[in-house]
DNA sequence: GTATCTTTACGTACAACTTACGTAAAGCAA
DNA sequence: TTGCTTTACGTAAGTTGTACGTAAAGATAC
């Protein structure tokens, strides 16, 4: 393929033109299903490289909303629940000549910046209701469990332990409802909160402090086929 | 003056070819002595007009270290605690024809973008050690009390607000001993934690928590002159 | 000098929350 | 049936937080 008509160098392009230089936003989007937590990465064309989903920010656009944009373009998803959490700001956050060779994109005649300074958002998500999508650079959209996450491109591997830190610290105020099912079970509940934590909990006091919080409703179904004792099924109140 | 003699105006030019377009720092930068907690302010040339103070970022350089550069240059400090706490990066964060006018920066030539994303960093210092410096921009840089605030340029008010925000959020994991002296009384410290929450305590309870931690050592000398009963002096243990 | 008031320094009682662990019911597997 | 795992609920001890009592030390008023 001419580099040229290289659609993620069109794209570099574009944003080298209408976009805010030295500035991206990497967004490191958090779901959850078959009791683990995940993050949705996309794989560059042509190689065997990861990364976060990312973008940039239009000259008269507001951060949150590009943020927005970001995530929705590879979700699908319209309504988020989005959180500033860091400014990855370092002069040197990793070694950008190996970074893009690795990504195999012909940007050489590429006018970009020296170095890019990146906001750090991370979403919470309905595993369900995403569709996973590539964007122009990228061959492939797909969530990865936590403790599986490969080596990635740019300083992504410390972009989501300082996500993951901020969101073990926000845990009790943070709505954790957004990652989980309209209805879901106590024990499910529980593996949300140790893979957050990374740590196991014990069961009778988190079923204690779950169930005086108020914030649950239980209802007159069980969870069947999958546990022993079939676990009841809970909603979050508004 | 002659507008391109005007040392700010030639700051903006050096600012506008060596600096990142589009995006900026502003220092909350507290201090806090005769019981009450400060922010240090700017007044502008010839107005009657205040600010925080702020700076950019140069092509090269790491954020931490622009801001850094902010706060030292209107402190003269050299060691700094700082935190980064929150991007204010809307698309319209405030009038911008009338708060460039209030100014009365004569930056009608200057090529400068239309919106910025500011990156907003509290630093916690020692009041009796700074010597608080204007820069090219400005008269005067003083001490304000955070309630006798007055209405400031650009969105300044709604930063002061949510850096205060941030500090109460993470009073008991910071090192608030960056904001007293060497030597120090329980009273004191009492006031300090009271300014930061905006809410009375109760001495008796403040005590007991603040011995129990551990961090403080006691002085065999008291306070003596300002209260009734000379309250014993402490310090922050290593 | 004595009485009074304020501030410090330390103490007690009780409520709220956390942690550790016990146990029976429900379902699966041998 | 026996044994194991998982859910669901309970109890006891420990820690932390809140409310308030009080005596000693010093300042102020008379």
């Known amino acids: 393929m001419n580099k040229y008509n290289h659609p ?19 967004g490191v989007i958090f779901g959850f299903s078959e009791n683990q937590l995940k993050v949705l990465l996309l794989r560059w064309k042509g190689t065997d490289e990861w990364s976060l989903p990312g973008g940039f920010i239009y000259k008269l656009e507001s951060v949150d909303t590009a943020a927005e ?5 590879r979700t699908g998803l319209d309504k988020l629940y989005l959180k500033q959490f860091h400014v990855f700001g370092d002069a040197n956050r990793y070694d950008q000549a190996d ?13 970009w910046s ?26 492939e959209c797909r969530w990865w469990n ?12 410390h972009i989501i332990d300082v996500a993951l830190q901020s969101l073990r610290r926000e845990l009790s105020d943070q709505p954790l409802n ?26 009778r006091n988190f079923y204690k402090k779950m169930l005086a919080s108020g914030q649950l409703e239980r209802l007159p179904e069980r969870r069947s086929g999958t546990s022993h004792k079939a676990p009841y099924l809970y909603r979050f109140q508004p």
Chains 1, 2 share one sequence.
């Open 8 to 26: 993620g160098v069109q794209y570099f392009q574009h944003v080298s033109e209408h976009c805010i230089h030295y500035m991206s936003i990497d």
């Open 69 to 73: 944009r970001v995530v929705q373009e």
């Open 99 to 111: 970074t893009w060779r690795r990504t195999k994109m012909p940007l050489d005649g590429i006018k």
């Open 114 to 139: 020296e170095r890019t300074i990146s906001l750090g958002y991370y979403a919470l998500v309905n595993y369900s209701l995403v569709t996973p999508m590539p964007d122009l650079m990228t061959d």
């Open 146 to 157: 936590i403790p599986e996450v490969p080596g990635l491109l740019f300083d992504h591997n």
């Open 178 to 203: 957004q990652l989980l099912p309209d209805q879901f079970t106590i024990p499910e509940l529980q593996r949300l909160h140790e893979c957050i934590l990374g740590a196991p909990l014990d069961s």
